[in-house]
């Protein structure tokens, strides 16, 4: 079945490089994701993965992938406190609907 | 201009009541979803729906129902709401299998 993990809580000092750290089960996962959610609103998409990549940078985040040991990271450089939020990710298998399966989310706080 | 947008954006409402929340997408996506976050901030999807197929979750009890009167809307309709149904719902949109686009929620509390 599937099942994606994440550590629940991260914090950094303000200028800190963070790296939140997923794995997940599905080997037919085509897609993976990385959303952000902040107090009280919904899911923004930060950025995604194909799963024949193993790494994409994009200005301070940067998303690794080890397909083999369906590990997936996002580094967050030089963190700021705006970065504060919860950091979703996501896998998308096969299929002809997109069902995103979600990590139980890190709860990243960037501390002054 | 918001893109997928959600009311109310809370609902305060008495077990055993039917409660509609409704979505609204203005990206001419043709999928659309709605997800349950719980009070540990854990999403699960409930359904997913295009013109094509309707995709229901198999641990969604069948008091939770999707509907869309047309391809930019689509609503969940909830009959005997529990108290365990309190939660944020979350709607999003996605053009086929492109990312999915979140609503800011809707915040269900069931006394």
């Known amino acids: 079945g599937e099942d994606v993990e994440q550590s629940l809580f991260l914090s950094v000092r303000e200028g800190d490089s963070s790296v939140i750290n997923c794995t997940y089960t599905?080997?037919?996962?085509?897609?993976l994701y990385w959303y952000k959610q902040e107090p009280g609103a919904g899911l923004q998409l930060l950025t995604y993965?194909?799963?024949?990549?193993d790494m994409k940078q994009d200005q301070r985040l940067t998303v690794l992938l080890n397909k083999k040991d369906k590990h997936l990271s996002l580094r967050i450089a030089d963190t700021q406190t705006g970065d504060s939020a919860i950091y979703f990710c996501?896998?998308?298998?096969?299929?002809?609907?997109?069902?995103?399966?979600f990590g139980s989310g890190t709860q990243l706080t960037v501390l002054p | 201009d918001t893109a997928v947008s959600q009311t109310p954006k809370y609902l305060v409402t008495q077990m055993g009541n039917d409660k509609s929340i409704k979505c609204e997408q203005n990206?001419?996506?043709?999928?659309m979803y709605w997800y349950k976050q719980d009070s540990k901030k854990f999403l699960k999807i409930m359904f997913s729906?295009?013109?094509?197929?309707?995709?229901i979750n198999e641990t969604v009890p069948n008091r939770f129902s999707p509907k869309s009167p047309d391809k930019a809307h689509l609503n969940l309709h909830i009959n005997s709401l529990e108290l365990g149904d309190s939660a944020v719902y979350f709607c999003?949109?996605?053009?086929?299998?492109?990312?999915?686009?979140f609503g800011p929620g809707t915040r269900l509390t069931v006394t």
């Open positions: 993965i194909f799963s024949n990549m």
């Open positions: 729906y295009n013109n094509k197929e309707l995709i």
């Open positions: 990206l001419g996506h043709d999928t």
């Open positions: 996501a896998e998308s298998p096969q299929g002809s609907a997109r069902q995103l399966t």
């Open positions: 599905d080997s037919s996962s085509t897609y």
């Open positions: 999003a949109s996605s053009q086929a299998r492109d990312e999915q686009y």
